[in-house]
């Protein structure tokens, strides 16, 4: 069924609903399957190796293989931090980002539910996974973006999956109230996080977490927050994990926003239940630049239930921790992904984050979403002539 997370009132899972008609207030899928862990040994390392966990009927599902992301061990750069570190690599996803997850039980669901075109308000990477799924599935796909605001490798990942791409003179939160109206018209299944289905796809990366970690929970998991339906999605799929008995405890959710898009980071810091939003968000990191994030109540549970926190980062800070984890690790993430690491560094500095604590962050997006800002970063490639001696004469200044 689909509840209401506030009043808690009851829909059926067929229903095309994305609040509460009650109290307006947030709904979320309540699955309680009656399983043992057992049954995920030797499955394939996808997403829908949990599949029980899934809402969806299982014989018609809408994947490209999604999920069963790296999980890193990152020694040097938890050295450095003082923590011991694993990151999650959601950049390997079929897109490259962890919207997969949640677009394939949502295009999923929307071939269940018969519908011809699904849309979506957009930062970049939904746009980009939506019309991928889209396109597996043979659905039409319109895609609202703030115009001037998308990193290029996510537009052109939108417009050659062939959605109907809309540049839209606002920002991301202005456009999801415009895309949100036209999906309560009916013309379209809006796929954006508001739908709950998108978590429930997302809520297996906490699922693999605790999996690859040998069914326990790390100390804490960081990752940033834009629309803070992911620190949702993965404190849910911990705690069915923990519901289920297949693992005994929990971690601390810790939630990271840009300094210039914070308004959960300021809901906690007051201990308050709701957010005020931020007027004019603004981050080099545009995948978390967003000031009303509309899974906010879910987040602030997320975090508070778990005895978790959230801080902000400077985009100077942001673009640091790009950087040191590309060149420490070998990981290359785009800025937003880069937060959790930012994150993680001034937790540790301000000494909320213990040494030695058991750390996982989350890193979102791959690299290759936002080209431009990768390149600004970089000195231009010294220009030489083809031959050896000028090869050498190079060199020798290194
Ligand atoms: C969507 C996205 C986020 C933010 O996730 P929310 O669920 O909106 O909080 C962070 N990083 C990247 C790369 C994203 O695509
Ligand atoms: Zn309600």
Redesign the pocket.
Known sequence: MIRCISCGAEYGLDEIIYTCRECDSILEVVMEPDVSRDIFECRRNTMWKYKEFMPVDETRIISLQEGGTPFIKCDRLGEELGVNLHVKV?GSNPTG???DRGMSVGITKAVELGVDTVGCAS????SASLAAYAARAGLKCIVLLPSGKVALGKLAQAMFHGAEVLSVNGNFDEALEAVTALALEGELYLLN?INPYRLEG?KSIGFEIVDDLGWRSPDRII???????????IWKGIREFYEAGFIEDLPRMTGIQAEGACPITNAVRKGADEIIPVENPETV?T??R?GA?V?ALK?LRAIYDSDGTSDTVTDEEILDAQKLLARTEGIGV?P??ASSIAGLRKLVESGEIDNGEDVVCIV??HLL?DPNTAINACKEPVSIEANIESLKNVLKDL
């Open positions: 959601e980002s962890f919207k930062t970049g990477n939904t996080s997302q990752l940033p927050v834009g629309n803070a339906g992911n620190i949702s999605a990191a995948a978390i967003i994030p899974s987040a785009e937003a992904s979102t997006g979403k």
